[in-house]
């Protein structure tokens, strides 16, 4: 799995522990909906960049690199949840 496809995944996790759907997950980030849909998109051309995967992780409170993982969810440490 390549890290887009990785950083999909983990993307995807933040939206299921936190029960959003793209318009709210793209509203809490500041950004287009449009553009978090073309991103997420399973097999998209288009890949998160950096800068917007460090955004991801620290607007959920994820440790630095989380989302470049491909065990993301499983890793030690505090998770918070951006309702809990």
Known sequence: MDLAEIRRKNAATIMQENA????????CLGKDEEQITALLKPGSPKTI???????????????????????????????????G
Do not use: I, N, V
């Open 20 to 27: 959003l759907d793209e318009l709210s997950f793209a509203l």
């Open 49 to 83: 960049p950096d800068a917007l995967a460090r955004l991801m992780e620290q607007t959920f409170s994820k440790p630095k690199l989380w989302l470049d993982h491909a065990e993301g969810a499983d890793q030690s440490g505090p998770s918070y949840d951006l309702f």
